[in-house]
């Protein structure tokens, strides 16, 4: 059976070698190129969450029970960035 194939082996073998070696260079250069995606991505999801205000916020408790006294279900997430309720821990209330 072998020698039945063997002609097409002979014929497909100055092929393999560029194409294994550009296909190695390729899965090399994806998973680089994944990684790279991948800490982009991290460092875009870490400025966003570091754009909530809600540990130098004064109604926060720092209690994982009731996290806000005003908005306890969005507090600490990406829907307290752009609270209109936030105020600076040393920051005075005043009422109107």
């Given at each position: ?58 109604f ?30 040393n ?6």
């Amino acid at each position: 059976m072998f020698q039945v194939l063997y002609p097409l082996i002979q014929a497909i073998q100055p092929f393999l070698i560029p194409l294994c070696f550009c296909l190695a260079w390729a899965i090399v250069i994806l998973s680089l190129m994944t990684v790279w995606l991948a800490i982009k991505d991290g460092v875009a999801n870490a400025k966003r969450m570091h754009q909530i205000p809600c540990s130098h916020c004064q109604f926060f408790t720092n209690d994982y029970r009731l996290k806000c006294t005003i908005h306890p279900s969005v507090a600490n997430s990406e829907q307290a960035i752009n609270c209109r309720d936030y105020c600076a821990a040393n920051q005075s209330i005043t009422l109107n």
